[in-house]
Nanobody, 125 residues
Framework: QVQVAESGGGLVQAGGSLRLSCAASGRTFRSYAMGWSRQAPGKEREFVAAISWSSDSTYYADSVKGRFTISRDNAKNTVFLQMNSLKPEDTAVYYC??????????????????WGQGTQVTVSS
């Protein structure tokens, strides 16, 4: 049984940084894509970052490009999201995602099979 555990959310002032981590257990995802999405209150879920199995390709939503960096550690079955220059509009619940259908960095949520429980990120102005 696959289990996914997120950590790293919290409250930060605008301009600050946070690093989210997400580890999967129960099987390996080293050959597949990983990603992060977020959902703010009253808004649709937005896929913000994805990384290919080999880390040679990434995807970023325009809203986070240049501020967020996704990375992974295949040996630890873990994906990270480094968030810098945070803005109040980055406030949301962040979810990590693991795919079993593609090894490419994709923003298509339907290509991801396992999701984290979500971690709250709140950016104060």
């Amino acid at each position: 049984q696959v289990q996914v555990a997120e950590s790293g959310g919290g409250l930060v002032q605008a301009g600050g940084s946070l690093r989210l981590s997400c580890a999967a257990s129960g099987r390996t995802f080293r050959s597949y894509a990983m990603g992060w999405s977020r959902q703010a209150p009253g808004k649709e879920r937005e896929f913000v970052a994805a990384i290919s199995w080999s880390s040679d390709s990434t995807y970023y939503a325009d809203s986070v490009k240049g501020r967020f960096t996704i990375s992974r550690d295949n040996a630890k079955n873990t994906v990270f999201l480094q968030m810098n220059s945070l803005k109040p509009e980055d406030t949301a619940v962040y979810y990590c995602a693991f795919s079993l259908t593609t090894n490419q960095a994709t923003r298509a949520a339907s290509r991801y099979n396992y999701w984290g429980q979500g971690t709250q990120v709140t950016v104060s102005s």
